[in-house]
């Protein structure tokens, strides 16, 4: 897990170098699926990024809902964002990870019991900023009146419904950062 998170990092410094943009989109699909688009970066990009099968995308408040998870449930919440088994090749920002369909079931158990409005009372631009959370500008977010904590209490309520259905559908998921 601690390699995950400093590739987190990694990743993130990387990204503000560059100017570039680091997201998340999380797929479910039946686990031979996943499995079998793992053998290539072509049938694991269109899986995951294309959005064919139940799809969300996290876009960069993936850190964000990661940082409140772990504040709210405590470190071993951070596997529901960035846990999993490695699947197929490096998609560019590294590669994709999964969950079996039984793992999806615990973490929708996991998710069902967290209520949103208390998970967004752990919001702390000041304190995102100074632990680097990506996109690293949360104060300035603030002031401009996008309502970062709302948008991440909308972004947890999609990803909890999201593993519901994959739960209920008996589905594997897999993520990747893009």
Known sequence: MMRRLLTAAALWLACSAAQASLAY???AAPEARIKAAGASKEKLSE???RGQ?????LDKLWHGLEWLLGRHCGATACQIIMGGRK???????GPAFYYTAEEVKRIARQLAAIDPAQ???HFDATAMDKASIYPSDWVERERSGTAPARLLQDAFVR???FFQRSADAGHAVAYVLY
Request: cysteine-free.
């Open 119 to 121: 998970l967004a009372a």
């Open 87 to 93: 699947v197929g090749p490096d998609l560019g920002y």
């Open 47 to 49: 899986l995951l990024l």
């Open 25 to 27: 989109a999380i797929t």
């Open 159 to 161: 990803l909890r419904d």
């Open 53 to 57: 099968d139940d799809h969300v995308q």
